[in-house]
């Protein structure tokens, strides 16, 4: 009877456990059974293999012993081992060598020792259990809102109970200037959950820009049921926001349905992030519109796209400059961030002049290459010539067809553009020996003579100097985005030479150098043909 008592206590303080903690009874079980299966090695001996069984229906624990069958004589462990004869004897008659024989072993009482040993297994599994169905639990809820109760805060991170589990929101996760209590009630975005020694951590925020997007689906049904869909989202937590929506329905406004009646929805969201001023702007798949959008509320006169450079310019008038920047350059590293692209912002007077000074400059290389007078150098760069190979290179009636200029002058003006390229061709060529920059990277494709002199004046003097460059190295950097944004210039910065022309002139230097073998031939593309074509076109 006194059996049968403890049999259903083990299995009712293994149920209590397993409902505690929320994990399944069996592990419970598992976790008791190696708890036993320990305290039974410290009583036959450390060596032993023990294994323990507890039935999940009866209770019924059972003790064994596992030995492992081998020939005759050959046993050097009898604590694991057991020989051929000796096991067909006394276990089992049709035992083979490398079976495995399990020994049942008599009930035991506890020691002290043993049982404190026990129960730390026991703690120690269930631990773990519970820290895996924490981990399992919320790995698949990352990006989803979560509500939880304010139990502690700790140097400025506050600690949650989401009831099954408990999470942080670092200070930087915070926004600006709102204080928590122990027992506040607290919505945050779950963004990241990892494994670590001391349990799952589970990472929770209020300035990330998807919880603001997670606020808005919460209060607009239509996001919610798919109809209008938030493309991107930048934030300056606790002081301004921008959001661009779009809608698949034609017939639903997406800016209308996320601002709500008189303003209902965003205020909404605007209570629950501290007063955060939210600009909801239409997304469109044309950038340039995009970007006129994502400035708002200043005015747009102009966009110029640099698609290499990831850059764009906006032309905004001139009394529209301040807001287009915005309080400390706010509204327009939001458009930044929100387009993905570095914007710059001239006023239409900064425009004019910087066009003016650019007509000039080229005005004057034509009128001192060329050896002309100031009027022809000006009709040059009024018809967009902007470089003396241009005008080398062009189709002789293409200059013919300028007014006031006939076959004669354009043959005189080509050739005056040839003769002072070769000129230059001829000093830079004299530069980069002088520089002691070697033939040899005269052979890597796209390598021009001028190229060869800013190598040597930037210590590149070697087809292994220029393996060992990066791209970085030749055509430069940038560092931060926006107003903030630190440029550093390469060996190669003023070349018209983008970033895939640069790896490849790297690459053909590794080749040359025997670093790596030469790459199979790629086909090229429709795009690249096309590509190609263009610039073999005169201009």
Not at 3 to 23: F, G, M, P, Y
Not at 142 to 160: D, F, P, T
Not at 335 to 355: K, N, V
Not at 386 to 399: F, K, P
Request: proline content about 3%.
């Amino acid at each position: 009877m006194a059996i049968s008592a403890n049999r259903l206590e083990l299995l009712q303080i293994a149920d209590a456990v397993a409902r505690e903690k929320v994990i399944d009874k069996q592990i419970v079980l598992d976790a008791m059974a190696d708890a036993i299966a320990k305290a039974a090695r410290s009583r036959y001996g450390a060596e032993t293999d023990i294994h323990a069984e507890i039935h999940p229906k009866t209770g019924e624990l059972r003790l064994a012993r596992h030995l492992l069958v081998v020939e005759d004589g050959a046993v050097e462990n009898d604590s694991r081992e057991i020989s051929l004869s000796e096991a067909r004897t006394r276990h089992n008659p049709a035992a083979q060598v490398g079976d495995v024989i399990a020994d049942t072993l008599p009930p035991f009482d506890f020691g002290r020792i043993a049982a404190q040993s026990a129960k730390q297994v026991i703690v120690q599994k269930v631990r773990d259990a519970e820290r895996d169905r924490q981990y399992q639990e919320y790995k698949d809820r990352i990006g989803e809102i979560v509500n939880g109760a304010v139990k502690r805060v700790e140097y400025g991170n506050v600690i949650v109970d989401l009831g099954r589990g408990e999470a942080i929101i670092r200070r930087d996760e915070l926004i600006p200037r709102e204080t928590f209590r122990p027992g506040d009630r607290i919505r945050a975005y779950l963004f990241d959950v990892r494994r670590e020694a001391r349990g799952p951590q589970i990472f929770l925020s209020r300035t990330h820009p998807q919880f603001m997007a997670k606020l808005f689906a919460s209060e607009v049904p239509e996001i919610y049921d798919g109809i209008v869909t938030v493309q991107a989202v930048a934030r300056d937590p606790g002081s301004r926001a921008k959001i661009a929506v779009t809608s698949r329905d034609s017939s639903i406004d997406p800016v209308g349905a996320c601002v709500g009646m008189r303003g209902s929805r965003v205020q909404a969201v605007v209570g629950e992030l501290q007063g955060e001023k939210i600009d909801i702007i239409p997304w469109s798949p044309d950038q340039a519109t995009f970007i006129v959008n994502a400035l708002q509320p200043a005015e747009v006169v102009k966009v110029v796209l640099d698609e290499e450079a990831d850059r764009i310019e906006v032309v905004v008038p001139n009394d529209q400059l301040s807001l287009a920047i915005g309080r400390r350059g706010q509204n327009v590293r939001l458009a930044s961030q929100l387009t993905g692209w570095d914007i710059d912002i001239l006023t239409e007077a900064e425009e004019s002049e910087r066009r003016q000074k650019e007509f000039a400059e080229r005005t004057d290389l034509f009128m001192s290459a060329l050896d002309v007078d100031e009027v022809v150098g000006q009709l040059l760069a009024s018809e967009g010539f902007r470089s003396v190979e241009e005008i080398a290179y062009v189709d002789a009636s293409e200059l013919a067809s300028i007014e006031g200029f006939d076959e004669d002058t354009a043959a005189e003006i080509q050739s005056r553009a040839q003769d002072y390229l070769a000129r230059i061709e001829a000093e830079n060529e004299a530069r980069r020996k002088e520089l002691g920059v070697a033939d040899e990277l005269k052979e890597i494709d796209g390598v021009t003579t001028a190229m060869l002199v800013a190598f040597g004046e930037n210590d590149i003097k070697s087809v292994e100097d220029l393996a060992g460059c990066a791209t970085d190295d030749l055509v430069g950097w940038t560092e931060g985005r926006g107003p903030e944004a630190t440029r550093y210039k390469g060996a190669l910065d003023g070349f018209d030479l983008s970033r895939a022309e640069a790896e490849a002139m790297v690459m053909a230097a590794r080749v040359k150098a025997g670093w790596i073998e030469q790459p199979e031939e790629t086909v090229e593309t429709e795009g690249s043909a096309e590509e190609a074509e263009t610039e073999a076109q005169p201009s």
